[in-house]
């Protein structure tokens, strides 16, 4: 599951405006969107993922997304860096 590849990565990128610049820098492999994020908030990092050929998966929980990260809140999208 999506989850065990965030507890597994060596460097996370957390949050959308982390996860923006990283994408803009060229530095991340692969990208994670919770589903249950609001549309206003992921809909950038979407876009940008598509546009540079970043692989996306889709988590169930921003609750989970976090705490996967080892952060007490949730995070609507997460970046895992090459």
């Known amino acids: 599951m999506s989850y065990d590849k965030v507890l597994q990565a060596k460097e996370l990128i957390i949050g959308t405006k982390q996860t923006l610049k990283a994408l803009d820098d060229g530095i991340v492999s692969e990208v994670l969107i919770a589903k249950d994020a609001e549309y206003r908030v992921i809909y950038k990092v979407e876009a940008l993922a598509k ?3 970043i692989p996306l998966l889709y988590v169930d929980s921003m609750k989970k997304l976090g705490k996967a990260c080892g952060i007490d809140v949730g995070a609507a999208t ?4 090459k």
Do not use: H
């Open 51 to 53: 546009t540079k050929e």
């Open 78 to 81: 997460v970046a895992l860096r």
